[in-house]
């Protein structure tokens, strides 16, 4: 812009020095014309007024070109006003869009860190949430170890509990047939000794054998012990 205003300068100082160059070319042929009619019949007065009158003419041809050449910066100068005053506009609306742009950022930058300090507290409730499932998982683990030992320990147990119950109920069974046996035996050895005739001791005997063998049919495994029958009783009435 400063070298299109020193362009303009330049142009207006050659403008004024042709006008003045033209002045004095005028005044100079009207002065000369006097002499020219007293000596009209000189070449040489001739040829130098040819030569002015050339010199006339290129000047007022000069001082024409100036004058379109002053219209055209004139113009350029009235457009290079409109552009700098469109492109002043622009820096104006630009500058608007920018400072609008940087409140936008500016509110971008609050909701970030905001958005930040939410995933920090989300983050920090989601470790100690899986912290405590950890610690779930663990003492449940650490449970689940001590029944499975336990289990494992009545499993055992059980096994040996119930291969002694089928040893004892082998045992009961023998047991059992040992006492009839026994029971058998003493009652015909005992009704053998009774007196055959009046039978005294018969019944007496007989009653007694009667009670070796509810007694030993009370200690059977599949009759309720006797506390157990009375409780059933008392239930059912």
């Not at 040893?167 to 026994?182: F, M, N, P, S, T």
């Amino acid at each position: 812009m400063g070298r299109f205003v020193d362009s303009v300068r330049l142009k207006g100082c050659k403008t004024h020095r042709a006008g003045r160059l033209t002045i004095i070319f005028g005044a100079g042929l009207a002065l000369a014309l006097p002499s020219l009619g007293q000596a009209q019949s000189t070449d040489r007065e001739r040829a130098q007024m040819l030569q002015m009158q050339q010199q006339l003419q290129r000047l007022q041809s000069d001082n024409a070109s100036i004058q379109r050449e002053r219209t055209q910066l004139q113009d350029q100068t009235n457009e290079l006003k409109k552009t700098a005053t469109r492109r002043s506009q622009e820096l104006a609306k630009s500058q608007g869009e920018l400072a609008d742009a940087n409140r936008e950022a500016e509110r971008l930058r609050g909701e970030l860190e905001s958005l930040r300090q939410q995933s920090q507290a989300n983050m920090e409730q989601w470790q100690k949430a899986l912290a405590d499932r950890d610690e779930a998982l663990r003492v449940a683990a650490e449970d689940k170890r001590k029944r499975e030992m336990q289990l494992s320990l009545l499993t055992t147990r059980l096994k040996v509990e119930t291969a002694r119950g089928d040893i004892c109920e082998v045992k009961h069974v023998q047991a059992l047939d040992l006492g009839r046996d026994l029971i058998d035996a003493f009652e015909s050895e005992r009704l053998r000794l009774c007196e055959p005739i009046t039978g005294i001791w018969k019944v007496r005997e007989e009653e007694r054998i009667q009670i070796y063998r509810d007694r030993l049919h009370d200690a059977r495994l599949d009759v309720p012990a006797p506390a157990a029958v009375s409780a059933n009783e008392r239930a059912v009435k």
